[in-house]
């Protein structure tokens, strides 16, 4: 396709995000006693999700592996206005606590409105170095666990008219350097549950199925790892957790967060080598 095609393509896709993906409006009241899973609570962005869900005072599930911290979150989401908090220590790499974690929520809270799937296992930015082994393992931190969870819980959101919340990432839907590991786990979360979508609409499921693609977010993590080797602006993760709070209560399919994500995965499909320069050149240096 020639240049000028593209271009009349891209403002026909652009108006017509504009007349249809307009979004649905977000009323913080129904969020009052809501029960809510948030996993990879511990910090990050999984705690500032546990942060916003106390202060609309809803009940709260949370996990990660470090026991200690997660009751210090626990303690703060209650001086926020949570009605009821429990946490539960879990490895997500270990084959049984996925669904362990999910029972434990059913059981203390009497059901799931919400699960906020979040967790990632540590991985590094670096170029590709051929361990096979740390993939296998990331691919059950950060996807394997997701199905099982997800799963899990179906049938007590499906009796609830509950909303499933996947936190992916940029690096899900436009391969980037220096990620493969992480970015193959994320292509396989939008893989799955984008399937996972359609059949529960062709099934008039109960349940929503939301896909958070986030891009540069300024967690302790995230910044140890890009500071100095990627200019990008990164945005600030409560500002990202309460939007992906609110297109999972508004139940819509996909978050784009900021707002240059999805420019990105459109100037990829349709300018593909201006945008593999871009990428390429983007770094200070090669990690
Ligand atoms: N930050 C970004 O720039 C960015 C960009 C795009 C997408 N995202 C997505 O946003 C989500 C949150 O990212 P983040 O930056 O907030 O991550 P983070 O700060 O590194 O937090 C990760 C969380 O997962 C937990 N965790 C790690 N390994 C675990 C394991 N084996 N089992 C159970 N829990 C484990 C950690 O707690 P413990 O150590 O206590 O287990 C922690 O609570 C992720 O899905 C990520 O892909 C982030
Ligand atoms: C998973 O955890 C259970 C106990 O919680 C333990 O018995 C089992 O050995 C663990 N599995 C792995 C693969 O670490
Ligand atoms: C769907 O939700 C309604 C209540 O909103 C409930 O009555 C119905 O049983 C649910 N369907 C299934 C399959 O659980």
């Known amino acids: 396709m020639g240049i000028l095609p593209k271009l009349i393509l891209a403002s026909i896709c652009a108006a017509f995000l504009a007349v249809f993906c307009t979004t649905p409006s977000f009323h913080a009241e129904t969020l009052r006693g809501v029960r809510v899973l948030v996993t990879g609570a511990s910090k990050g962005i999984g705690e500032q999700l546990a ?8 009940q709260i599930v949370i996990t990660a592996r470090r026991g200690e911290v997660l009751r210090q979150v626990a303690d703060n989401c209650l001086s926020m206005g949570a009605q009821r908090v429990f946490y539960l220590a879990a490895d997500m790499s270990n084959e049984s606590d996925p669904e362990k974690v999910v029972d434990f929520a059913v059981e203390k809270l009497g059901g799931l409105d919400h699960v906020v799937l979040n967790h990632i296992g540590a991985s590094r930015f670096a170029m590709w170095d051929g361990d096979v082994e740390h993939t296998r393992l990331l691919m059950k931190v950060n996807f394997f666990s997701y199905v099982q969870m997800a799963w899990r819980a179906l049938p007590s959101l499906e009796q609830n008219k509950g909303s ?8 899900g839907k436009l391969s980037n350097p220096f990620v493969a590991p992480y970015a193959s786990t994320k292509f396989a979360l939008t893989g799955f549950f984008g399937a996972l979508q359609h059949e529960l609409a062709i099934k008039k499921s109960n349940v929503s199925i939301s896909i958070c693609t986030l891009g540069l977010i300024d967690t302790e993590s995230a910044m140890k790892k890009v ?48 945008s593999d320069y871009f990428i390429q050149n983007a770094y200070n240096t090669i990690p």
């Open 164 to 171: 499933l919340i996947v936190v992916s990432s940029l690096a």
């Open 51 to 58: 942060y916003h869900y106390a202060r609309f005072g809803a």
């Open 227 to 274: 500071r100095d080797v990627v200019n990008l602006p990164a945005y600030p993760a409560a500002d990202a957790a309460l939007n992906i709070i609110i297109t999972g209560t508004t139940r819509q399919t996909d978050l784009f967060y900021p707002w240059y994500t999805s420019v990105m995965i459109l100037c990829k499909d349709l300018f593909p080598s201006i």
